[in-house]
Protein backbone atom coordinates (compact mmCIF):
# COMPACT_ATOMS: atom_id res chain seq x y z
CA UNK A 1 0.00 0.00 0.00
CA UNK A 2 1.32 3.27 -1.04
CA UNK A 3 1.83 5.76 2.45
CA UNK A 4 0.02 8.37 2.87
CA UNK A 5 0.92 12.14 1.99
CA UNK A 6 1.19 14.96 4.13
CA UNK A 7 1.57 18.59 3.10
CA UNK A 8 2.66 20.34 5.89
CA UNK A 9 2.48 24.72 4.91
CA UNK A 10 3.84 27.23 7.55
CA UNK A 11 6.96 29.69 7.67
CA UNK A 12 7.92 29.46 10.35
CA UNK A 13 10.97 27.05 10.52
CA UNK A 14 9.99 25.42 14.18
CA UNK A 15 6.60 24.93 13.62
CA UNK A 16 7.11 23.21 10.30
CA UNK A 17 10.19 21.16 12.92
CA UNK A 18 7.40 20.29 15.26
CA UNK A 19 4.60 18.87 13.14
CA UNK A 20 7.05 16.92 10.92
CA UNK A 21 8.35 15.55 14.33
CA UNK A 22 4.93 14.58 15.56
CA UNK A 23 3.19 13.36 12.78
CA UNK A 24 6.21 11.12 11.00
CA UNK A 25 5.37 7.42 10.78
CA UNK A 26 6.66 5.00 8.40
CA UNK A 27 3.39 4.55 6.14
CA UNK A 28 3.27 8.62 5.99
CA UNK A 29 5.07 10.76 3.39
CA UNK A 30 5.88 14.08 4.12
CA UNK A 31 6.77 17.85 2.50
CA UNK A 32 6.80 21.03 3.88
CA UNK A 33 6.84 24.59 2.30
CA UNK A 34 6.57 27.85 3.78
CA UNK A 35 4.14 29.47 1.51
CA UNK A 36 0.94 29.14 -0.58
CA UNK A 37 2.72 29.17 -3.81
CA UNK A 38 5.10 26.57 -3.11
CA UNK A 39 2.01 24.52 -1.93
CA UNK A 40 0.09 25.27 -4.83
CA UNK A 41 3.13 24.29 -7.11
CA UNK A 42 3.51 21.15 -4.96
CA UNK A 43 -0.44 20.23 -5.48
CA UNK A 44 -0.06 20.44 -9.07
CA UNK A 45 2.05 17.83 -9.37
CA UNK A 46 1.35 15.00 -6.65
CA UNK A 47 -1.90 14.22 -4.92
CA UNK A 48 -2.08 14.74 -1.01
CA UNK A 49 -4.25 12.76 1.57
CA UNK A 50 -3.94 16.01 4.12
CA UNK A 51 -2.53 19.23 4.09
CA UNK A 52 -1.94 21.04 7.26
CA UNK A 53 -2.06 24.67 6.28
CA UNK A 54 -0.81 27.63 8.42
CA UNK A 55 0.88 31.09 8.15
CA UNK A 56 2.93 31.19 4.93
CA UNK A 57 5.44 33.92 4.09
CA UNK A 58 4.22 37.24 2.73
CA UNK A 59 1.16 36.86 4.68
CA UNK A 60 -0.32 34.03 2.92
CA UNK A 61 -2.99 32.71 5.13
CA UNK A 62 -3.97 29.12 5.41
CA UNK A 63 -7.29 30.05 5.27
CA UNK A 64 -7.08 31.65 1.93
CA UNK A 65 -5.53 28.58 1.15
CA UNK A 66 -8.46 26.00 1.03
CA UNK A 67 -10.20 27.17 -1.60
CA UNK A 68 -7.44 26.70 -4.06
CA UNK A 69 -6.61 23.17 -2.96
CA UNK A 70 -9.95 22.41 -3.01
CA UNK A 71 -10.10 23.03 -6.75
CA UNK A 72 -6.87 21.43 -7.42
CA UNK A 73 -7.17 18.46 -5.13
CA UNK A 74 -10.88 17.69 -4.35
CA UNK A 75 -9.89 14.53 -2.11
CA UNK A 76 -7.72 16.54 -0.25
CA UNK A 77 -8.77 17.36 3.19
CA UNK A 78 -7.23 20.34 4.68
CA UNK A 79 -6.66 21.24 8.24
CA UNK A 80 -6.28 24.95 8.66
CA UNK A 81 -3.71 26.24 12.00
CA UNK A 82 -4.15 29.84 13.19
CA UNK A 83 -4.89 32.35 15.48
CA UNK A 84 -7.83 31.84 18.17
CA UNK A 85 -10.87 33.43 16.50
CA UNK A 86 -14.42 32.34 16.31
CA UNK A 87 -14.47 34.42 12.66
CA UNK A 88 -12.10 32.20 11.37
CA UNK A 89 -13.47 28.93 12.55
CA UNK A 90 -16.43 30.21 10.50
CA UNK A 91 -14.65 30.87 7.51
CA UNK A 92 -12.62 27.24 7.70
CA UNK A 93 -15.84 25.62 8.10
CA UNK A 94 -17.65 27.63 5.03
CA UNK A 95 -14.28 27.32 3.13
CA UNK A 96 -15.07 23.28 3.81
CA UNK A 97 -11.68 23.04 5.43
CA UNK A 98 -11.58 19.26 7.70
CA UNK A 99 -10.96 21.10 10.70
CA UNK A 100 -9.17 24.73 12.21
CA UNK A 101 -6.84 24.55 15.19
CA UNK A 102 -5.52 27.51 17.18
CA UNK A 103 -2.00 28.23 17.99
CA UNK A 104 0.10 27.32 19.72
CA UNK A 105 -0.47 23.81 18.84
CA UNK A 106 -1.28 21.29 20.90
CA UNK A 107 0.39 18.31 19.79
CA UNK A 108 -2.74 15.50 20.79
CA UNK A 109 -5.00 17.40 19.26
CA UNK A 110 -3.17 17.99 15.76
CA UNK A 111 -2.37 14.13 15.78
CA UNK A 112 -5.73 13.66 16.50
CA UNK A 113 -7.04 15.42 13.85
CA UNK A 114 -4.59 14.25 10.99
CA UNK A 115 -5.78 11.16 12.02
CA UNK A 116 -8.96 11.71 11.51
CA UNK A 117 -8.58 13.14 8.28
CA UNK A 118 -6.69 10.03 7.22
CA UNK A 119 -9.13 7.95 8.34
CA UNK A 120 -12.52 9.94 7.43
CA UNK A 121 -14.99 10.09 4.99
CA UNK A 122 -15.79 13.43 4.56
CA UNK A 123 -17.74 15.12 2.28
CA UNK A 124 -18.17 19.20 1.12
CA UNK A 125 -21.27 19.73 2.59
CA UNK A 126 -21.27 17.49 5.78
CA UNK A 127 -20.93 20.81 8.04
CA UNK A 128 -22.89 23.32 6.34
CA UNK A 129 -22.70 27.47 7.97
CA UNK A 130 -26.35 28.57 8.19
CA UNK A 131 -26.16 31.66 10.82
CA UNK A 132 -22.67 33.09 11.39
CA UNK A 133 -23.26 35.68 13.80
CA UNK A 134 -20.87 35.30 16.15
CA UNK A 135 -23.03 35.50 19.16
CA UNK A 136 -25.79 32.99 16.83
CA UNK A 137 -23.73 30.21 15.52
CA UNK A 138 -26.13 27.95 13.52
CA UNK A 139 -24.74 24.70 11.73
CA UNK A 140 -26.28 22.28 9.76
CA UNK A 141 -25.00 18.96 10.28
CA UNK A 142 -24.88 15.25 8.13
CA UNK A 143 -26.22 12.40 10.48
CA UNK A 144 -22.39 11.45 10.32
CA UNK A 145 -20.48 10.16 13.50
CA UNK A 146 -17.18 11.57 11.80
CA UNK A 147 -19.07 14.99 11.28
CA UNK A 148 -20.44 14.77 14.62
CA UNK A 149 -16.79 14.33 16.00
CA UNK A 150 -15.87 17.39 13.33
CA UNK A 151 -18.58 19.83 14.76
CA UNK A 152 -17.22 19.20 18.04
CA UNK A 153 -14.07 20.29 17.31
CA UNK A 154 -15.33 23.42 15.60
CA UNK A 155 -17.22 24.26 18.73
CA UNK A 156 -14.80 23.49 20.84
CA UNK A 157 -12.22 26.64 19.23
CA UNK A 158 -15.01 28.62 18.81
CA UNK A 159 -15.32 28.21 22.71
CA UNK A 160 -11.85 28.87 22.82
CA UNK A 161 -11.36 31.55 25.07
CA UNK A 162 -13.33 30.34 28.03
CA UNK A 163 -11.67 28.88 31.19
CA UNK A 164 -10.26 25.27 30.07
CA UNK A 165 -13.15 23.38 32.20
CA UNK A 166 -15.82 25.79 31.11
CA UNK A 167 -15.54 25.14 27.48
CA UNK A 168 -14.61 21.59 27.99
CA UNK A 169 -17.87 20.84 29.86
CA UNK A 170 -19.73 22.44 26.88
CA UNK A 171 -18.14 20.27 24.21
CA UNK A 172 -18.60 17.04 25.73
CA UNK A 173 -22.16 17.77 27.23
CA UNK A 174 -22.51 19.24 23.32
CA UNK A 175 -21.10 15.96 22.07
CA UNK A 176 -23.26 13.54 24.07
CA UNK A 177 -26.13 14.93 22.84
CA UNK A 178 -24.94 15.39 19.44
CA UNK A 179 -24.01 11.30 18.93
CA UNK A 180 -27.90 10.87 20.38
CA UNK A 181 -29.61 12.98 17.74
CA UNK A 182 -27.67 11.57 15.45
CA UNK A 183 -27.43 8.08 16.32
CA UNK A 184 -31.37 8.14 17.83
CA UNK A 185 -32.80 10.35 15.99
CA UNK A 186 -31.32 10.49 12.65
CA UNK A 187 -30.94 6.49 12.85
CA UNK A 188 -26.90 7.49 11.51
CA UNK A 189 -28.82 8.11 7.95
CA UNK A 190 -26.20 10.38 5.70
CA UNK A 191 -29.02 11.28 4.37
CA UNK A 192 -30.69 13.23 6.84
CA UNK A 193 -29.31 16.03 8.94
CA UNK A 194 -29.16 17.90 12.47
CA UNK A 195 -29.29 21.53 13.30
CA UNK A 196 -27.17 23.08 16.02
CA UNK A 197 -27.08 26.10 17.31
CA UNK A 198 -24.54 28.06 19.63
CA UNK A 199 -25.43 31.12 21.50
CA UNK A 200 -23.06 33.69 23.47
CA UNK A 201 -24.77 36.27 26.19
CA UNK A 202 -22.74 38.44 28.19
CA UNK A 203 -23.39 35.66 31.07
CA UNK A 204 -23.84 32.57 29.36
CA UNK A 205 -23.55 29.90 26.72
CA UNK A 206 -26.79 28.30 25.21
CA UNK A 207 -26.63 25.35 22.75
CA UNK A 208 -29.60 24.19 20.92
CA UNK A 209 -29.54 20.76 18.51
CA UNK A 210 -33.13 19.56 16.66
CA UNK A 211 -33.19 16.04 14.89
CA UNK A 212 -34.80 14.59 12.09
CA UNK A 213 -36.51 11.98 14.31
CA UNK A 214 -39.66 11.49 15.78
CA UNK A 215 -38.60 12.03 19.86
CA UNK A 216 -38.71 10.32 22.45
CA UNK A 217 -39.97 10.27 26.13
CA UNK A 218 -38.15 10.94 28.79
CA UNK A 219 -40.32 9.11 30.63
CA UNK A 220 -40.22 6.33 28.48
CA UNK A 221 -36.47 5.47 28.48
CA UNK A 222 -35.57 2.38 30.87
CA UNK A 223 -32.41 1.60 28.78
CA UNK A 224 -31.11 4.86 30.16
CA UNK A 225 -29.07 5.89 33.42
CA UNK A 226 -31.65 8.73 34.05
CA UNK A 227 -34.95 6.41 34.46
CA UNK A 228 -33.26 4.34 37.02
CA UNK A 229 -35.86 4.12 40.49
CA UNK A 230 -33.43 5.28 43.35
CA UNK A 231 -33.71 1.99 44.62
CA UNK A 232 -31.74 0.65 41.67
CA UNK A 233 -29.04 2.98 40.71
CA UNK A 234 -28.08 0.11 37.65
CA UNK A 235 -31.42 -0.84 36.39
CA UNK A 236 -30.64 0.59 32.94
CA UNK A 237 -27.58 -1.72 32.88
CA UNK A 238 -30.04 -4.96 33.00
CA UNK A 239 -32.33 -3.43 30.61
CA UNK A 240 -29.81 -2.60 27.32
CA UNK A 241 -28.37 -6.22 27.89
CA UNK A 242 -31.93 -7.59 27.64
CA UNK A 243 -32.32 -5.73 24.05
CA UNK A 244 -28.75 -6.30 22.85
CA UNK A 245 -27.66 -2.68 23.41
CA UNK A 246 -24.14 -1.85 23.56
CA UNK A 247 -23.41 -0.67 26.88
CA UNK A 248 -23.75 2.78 28.46
CA UNK A 249 -27.19 5.17 28.77
CA UNK A 250 -25.43 7.71 31.07
CA UNK A 251 -25.45 10.21 28.34
CA UNK A 252 -28.73 12.40 29.46
CA UNK A 253 -27.37 11.97 33.24
CA UNK A 254 -23.77 12.83 32.44
CA UNK A 255 -24.80 15.85 30.39
CA UNK A 256 -27.47 17.31 33.43
CA UNK A 257 -23.86 17.29 35.33
CA UNK A 258 -21.95 19.13 33.35
CA UNK A 259 -24.33 22.26 32.10
CA UNK A 260 -26.53 24.24 34.46
CA UNK A 261 -30.23 23.81 33.13
CA UNK A 262 -31.14 21.15 30.25
CA UNK A 263 -34.66 21.29 28.31
CA UNK A 264 -35.93 19.16 25.75
CA UNK A 265 -39.09 19.99 23.70
CA UNK A 266 -42.21 17.89 23.98
CA UNK A 267 -41.40 15.68 21.05
CA UNK A 268 -38.64 14.90 22.32
CA UNK A 269 -36.53 15.82 19.50
CA UNK A 270 -34.79 19.00 20.31
CA UNK A 271 -32.61 19.61 23.26
CA UNK A 272 -31.32 22.99 24.91
CA UNK A 273 -28.66 23.61 27.44
CA UNK A 274 -27.47 26.27 29.09
CA UNK A 275 -24.22 27.13 31.10
CA UNK A 276 -23.86 30.19 32.72
CA UNK A 277 -20.31 31.74 33.14
Not at 60 to 82: F, M, S
Not at 174 to 201: D, Q, W, Y
Not at 221 to 230: K, M, R, T, V
Request: hydrophobic content about 40%.
Amino acid sequence: MSPRSLLLVDSDPAVQEQLSNLLKRDDRSIQTVVDGREALDYLRQAAIDVVVAGQGRNGYDGLKLVRRVRALRPAARVIVTGDQSPERVVGAIREHAFSYIHKPLVSHVVADLVQQALDGHSGKDDIRVISARLEWITLDVRCKLDAAERTTHFMREMLADLPSHTYEDIAAAFRELLMNAIEHGGLSNPKKRCRVSLLRTVRSVIVHIHDPGPGFSLDLLPHAAISNPDDSPIKHVEVRAEEGRRPGGFGILMTRNLVDELLYNERGNAVLFVKYL
